[in-house]
């Protein structure tokens, strides 16, 4: 019997495919309907052979990346799994995961019931099914094994980095002068470091990206970036 | 993380130097060519031709070295035109670090003035003062690219009440004590010239900060509206189709006239609705990968019991279509796909390629097939064939059984915003 987390903000939907889950496969399944409650429910649960992690959370300031980031970085050994409606409000968010994490399957949440059992079925026992194929299509086809999360750590390689990242998400307008007026720094530093930036960020898609492009990238990678973030403001601390 | 003490309004160095610098370093590609900045482009490089003219028609020939001076003003100046001219034409130079920016413009910038004073000594500098409006719209340029409400008037009483000013009013206060009545009649024309600029320039970029932020709040103004409109419509579409089918859901269930399997058909089909629905809205955004396109239609697939043996690669179905294109694919998906099942297909595939301007989908279903001369006048698949080019719609054979159809669309890419080649 195998010890799975559900996590999704739809709640009822969440707690009748939980049981589901329970009824049809036999698991025992822990629901969470909030990202904030994720850490909480770690530190309860125990080890877990699986978590499914819902991405879209509109209610809630951060996206299922956060989730999937924070269970793997508490057990390697937990496997992965996204359940998403996977239409385009989530693709960027989709092909992060897909490319950033060890995601060992995509299940529709429109997929027919006894599908998405299935699909749970085949990762617990040989660790990996193919994605819901209507989703498929927004998987790159080959993991591009240059990009992964220990890269991020080139986007931050001091704590004048971390405060360029840290005032373009917090700022209402992506200028240089925004940026400056947040983080104390000035405007010529802060243009030299994101030249600096550039050809690094080309590994994440974004060729030449206007501020703007930075900031869409950061806010959705806020949690592949956030540890270097954090680093960088305790070295200089 | 905000820093409590930095007055926004403050003019220090770093504003120097970000206007000095000019508006080129600081382009990331947010703010495009509008006609305003390309108007404003233009009328500074019309100035700067008016300052060449003066400077050569007017100059002092008494002076020696006055034509070697006059070709450097020249020079200068039709460098610093360089980048409005590109402003103008809607081309951009490649971005260059502030600190060259900086060098460069500001030895630019010393030539014209030197020369200036040099070529027309005493109060004939004034002649040149339109070129001070040419520096108030660079001004104006650079801070509408860095995203900064200029302040232009607060900057000019600090800049009057800063010990750089009181220091040069000490300096012509010595001159005079030094050098008598002769000598400050250089130095005061020099001093309230260096004013009337400074408030030639300080009065365009107050104007054109004043306009800009008019505009801004008009454009703003409308933007909310048509926002407002949207959620209406939107809240009016949720109540109208939703809750109608809702409803019919529920009614069968009241009446016992259905059946769980009926209800759950009658679910899936208001999801696909659903989805079509959001697939409209992303048609009318104007930007709709083929991923996105052929999701309902898969999924409408499944739910309906058959088995999907293919998908398009991440590569083929990452093309964004223009809303045209995509709204034909989407006919061919739906006809394509209702068509199998309805032939009792239990197994389809999909594949997308593009090649010379045209999109190729494939659906291929282990169903009976059909002739083309044998579709129904007024059906779906009888006007697909018909808004497709002549031979737009084939049928192949499988040898182990089914059909392959292929519908062969016109296609044209939709360019992504602030994208367009001109602006590259």
Redesign the interface.
């Known amino acids: 019997m195998a010890n799975i987390l559900l996590v999704d903000d739809a709640a009822a939907l969440a707690e009748l495919f939980g049981r589901a889950i329970e009824h049809e496969l036999g698991h025992t399944v822990h629901t969470v309907v909030s990202l904030s409650e994720v850490a909480a429910s770690l530190a309860l649960v125990g080890d877990l052979d699986l978590a499914l992690v819902d991405l879209s959370f509109p209610q809630e300031d951060g996206t299922g990346l956060e989730a999937l980031v924070r269970i793997h970085q508490h057990s390697r050994a937990t496997k992965l799994a996204i359940i998403t409606q996977g239409d385009e409000w989530v693709a960027e968010i989709l092909r992060d995961a897909w490319e950033l994490l060890p995601i060992t399957t995509v299940i529709s949440k429109s997929a027919p019931l006894a599908y998405q059992l299935q699909a749970i079925a085949t990762v617990l026992a040989v660790g990996w099914a193919a994605p819901d194929p209507a989703i498929q299509p927004l998987l790159p086809t080959k993991r591009d094994t240059t990009r992964t999360a220990e890269r991020f750590s080139r986007l931050v390689q001091h704590a004048g980095h971390a405060k360029l990242w840290v005032s373009l998400v917090a700022v209402d307008d992506a200028s240089y002068k925004a940026m400056a007026d947040h983080s104390g720094l000035k405007l010529n530093t802060l243009k030299n470091y994101r030249a600096q930036l550039v050809d690094e960020l080309e590994t994440h898609g974004l060729h030449d990206p206007t501020l703007r492009d930075m900031r869409r990238f950061a806010k959705r990678c806020w949690p592949f970036l956030e540890p270097y973030i954090n680093a960088a403001q305790q070295g200089r601390g | ?3 409590p003490d ?1 007055d ?1 309004s403050e003019f220090s160095l ?1 504003t120097w ?2 206007l000095l ?1 000019g508006s080129n ?2 382009a ?3 703010h495009h060519e509008n006609a305003w900045n390309r108007l404003l482009a233009l009328v500074q490089v019309f100035i700067v031709a008016v300052t060449t003219s003066t400077l050569w028609w007017a100059r002092d020939t008494q002076l020696s070295n006055e034509l070697a001076i006059v070709i450097g003003a020249t020079v200068a100046l039709v460098v610093l035109s360089v980048h409005p001219v590109l402003r103008v034409f809607e081309r951009r130079t490649r971005s260059l ?3 060259t920016n900086l060098i460069v413009r500001v030895v630019l910038l010393a030539v014209v003035l030197l020369s200036t004073y040099a070529l027309l000594p005493g109060w004939r500098t004034l002649w040149c003062t339109p070129f001070a409006v040419a520096c108030g719209i660079d001004a104006s340029l650079t801070c509408s690219e ?3 409400k200029a302040r232009p008037i607060t900057w000019y009483s600090q800049f009057v009440r800063s010990g750089f000013h009181f220091g040069v009013i000490g300096a012509v206060i010595a001159t005079f004590a030094v050098g008598g009545a002769t000598r400050l009649s250089v130095v005061v024309p020099l001093f309230a010239v260096l004013h009337v600029w400074l408030a030639t320039a300080v009065g365009t970029l107050w104007a054109l900060s004043t306009l800009h932020n008019a505009s801004i709040a008009e454009l703003e103004d409308a933007v909310a509206e048509v926002v407002e409109g949207e959620r209406r419509q939107r809240a009016h579409w949720l109540h109208d189709d939703v809750c109608a089918q809702v409803r019919l859901v529920s009614l069968k269930l009241q009446t016992g006239n259905s059946t769980t399997d009926e209800v759950v058909g009658l679910l899936d089909d208001f ?1 696909h609705q659903l ?1 079509l629905r ?1 697939l409209d809205e ?1 048609f009318g955004a104007g ?6 396109l ?2 309902p239609y ?2 409408h697939a ?2 309906n019991g058959a088995s ?1 043996a293919g ?7 990452a093309v964004q279509l223009s809303e045209k294109s995509a709204r034909l694919t989407a006919r061919a998906a739906n006809v394509l796909t209702s068509n199998a099942l309805n032939a009792g297909a239990t197994t389809i595939s999909y594949d997308v390629r593009t090649a010379d301007g045209y999109l190729y989908l494939a659906i291929a279903d282990n169903g009976p097939g059909f002739s083309l001369a044998d579709v129904p006048h007024g059906r779906g698949l009888w006007t697909l064939i018909h808004d497709l080019k002549p031979g737009g719609l084939t049928i192949n054979p499988i040898p182990t059984g089914g059909t392959t159809v292929v519908a062969t669309i016109p296609y044209t890419e939709r360019e992504r915003l ?1 994208q367009h080649p001109a602006r590259r």
């Not at chain 2, 930007?287 to 996105?292: M, P, Q, T, W």
């Not at chain 2, 998908?311 to 179905?317: L, R």
Request: proline letters at 4%.
């Open positions: 993380m905000r820093v930095r926004e770093d130097v970000a610098a370093p600081w990331t590609g947010e670090t502030v600190r860095l995203g900064w999801d989805r959001q992303l930007s709709v990968r083929i991923a996105e052929l999701q898969i999924r499944q739910n999907i998908v398009p690669g991440f590569e083929e179905a602030g």
